[in-house]
């Protein structure tokens, strides 16, 4: 199968396209390897990519239209995963205008390509975020979903509605993954797991917010790419009792673990890791951010027959084995 992956240098697209990649499809990566983080930890991704004759590297922004057509026309793909994306609840405060050029007009332009292409299937990455003041948990994606609490939030629920659009007018058969806090290996450096084991490596403070009463539905990338690649092969239909459309081949899965997890319990799964104890900075909650997000995953069990099973501890270890493999000698 060809696959037209976006977001190859980031987090999750460079485990979704090495796990197509080891399962021997052709993979074409797009990424504009933009400096939101460590830019040599996004070459890194695609320099382990590159050993694969079958992946193809893209470097571009999605805002390029032109750029965008011809890489989707050269790699003429079957299905298209779009990862690419302005990501991060608290940078959107910050600077809300790298929300709206990314995700609203970067998204738009993958709806173009992917109508123009034909696909078969597109699939697009939304966020547990878009559950924003909801109450009522596990978070089930039937649900309303119309209280987003930060910009980042409100444009992924646009991609999804812009995207419902575009499955509706022009029948592009197109999955929404809602995912939630994804760990691991290669794991982001604005992400807590990483920000934690590189502050407590380092005998730094560490920041927990509201005083460390918040969970996560922790989900490990391990999982979530095995999730996706099964979700590739069942494009949706319209009308089918698994969809969240009466009027379009359109489906929204959340893929979480379904499990939440306190945050001084991680904090402790990764001193236990690392045998050491963390110098802890309470601090109150952060603007825009929730206490807790708990995902239904039933859906996601339903279609695929698979559930996300890595445990906190087993995750932890595996990123904080690959931190030390990859930072060892640089950071001492
Ligand atoms: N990691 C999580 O916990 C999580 C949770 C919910 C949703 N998501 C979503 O999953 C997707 C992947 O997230 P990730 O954690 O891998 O993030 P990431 O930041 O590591 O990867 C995103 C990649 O997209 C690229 N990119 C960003 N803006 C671009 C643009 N305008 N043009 C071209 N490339 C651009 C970046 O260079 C980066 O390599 C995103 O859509 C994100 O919103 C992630």
Request: proline share 5%; net charge negative; charged share 25%.
């Amino acid at each position: 199968m060809r696959v037209f992956v976006t977001g190859t240098a980031g987090f999750i697209g460079f485990h979704l396209a090495r796990h197509l990649l080891e399962l021997g499809h052709r993979v074409d990566g797009f990424d504009g390897l933009t400096p939101y983080y460590d830019v040599t930890l996004k070459e890194a991704r695609h320099a382990e990519l590159r050993q694969f004759e079958r992946f193809r590297a893209h470097i571009a922004m999605l805002e390029d239209m032109e750029a965008l057509t011809r890489a989707v026309e050269t790699a003429e793909p079957e299905v298209i995963v779009h990862l690419a994306a302005q990501a991060g609840v608290r940078y959107s405060l910050e600077n809300p205008r790298a929300y709206i050029d990314a995700n609203l007009v970067g998204g738009f332009n993958i709806l173009e390509v992917a109508r123009a292409q034909g696909v078969r299937h597109l699939l697009m990455a939304s966020t547990s975020s878009v559950y924003g003041g909801n109450e009522h948990m596990p978070f089930l994606e039937s649900e309303r979903a119309d209280f987003p609490l930060t910009l980042y939030a409100a444009t992924k629920k646009a991609n999804e509605a812009m995207a419902h659009s575009y499955a509706h007018l022009w029948r592009i058969p197109t999955t929404i993954f809602r995912f939630f806090t994804v760990y691991g290996p290669w794991g982001r450096p604005d992400m807590a797991l990483f920000k934690f084991v590189d502050a407590i490596e380092k005998e730094k403070p560490i920041d927990i917010y509201n005083h460390g009463k918040m969970q996560r539905d922790f989900t490990y990338v391990g999982d979530l790419v095995d999730a996706i690649q099964r979700l590739v092969d069942l494009p949706p239909e319209i009308g089918a009792d698994d969809s969240v459309s009466p009027v379009a081949p359109f489906r929204i899965v959340n893929i979480g673990r379904g499990e939440p997890v306190g945050l001084l319990d991680f904090v402790e799964a990764i001193e236990r890791k690392l045998g050491r104890r963390a110098i802890r900075n309470y601090l109150e909650m952060q603007k825009g951010d929730v206490p807790s997000t708990f995902a239904d995953c039933s859906l996601l069990e339903r279609l695929t027959g698979y559930r996300p099973h890595t445990s906190v501890e087993e995750g932890v270890a595996a990123f904080v084995d690959w931190y030390r493999g990859y930072y060892g000698s640089a950071r001492g």
